[in-house]
């Protein structure tokens, strides 16, 4: 099978810039990393999860825009 969800919302454990091995994951469809301490910005490379119909990631310390690759998810 393929891993579709990740949900680590509110475990207050991940910190740090988000992971750009996540668009290793192609079959990703539903991401929820809330309230944690993560900081940075969106990797580039997250524009390659096609599949991703959820994301969500507030309640942490992100900033900056959301990439150019990201125009063409929709």
């Known amino acids: 099978g393929s891993v579709t969800t990740l949900n680590l919302a509110y475990t207050y454990s991940l910190s740090g810039p988000l992971p750009t091995t996540l668009a290793q994951v192609p079959s990703l469809t539903n ?19 096609s599949s991703l119909t959820r994301l969500v990631m507030q309640y942490n310390s992100l900033s900056g825009f959301l990439p150019v690759g990201w125009s063409a998810l929709a």
């Not at 309230?35 to 940075?40: D, R, T, V």
């Open 31 to 49: 991401v929820d990393l809330s309230g944690n301490s993560l900081s940075g910005t969106l990797p580039p490379g997250w524009s390659a999860l």
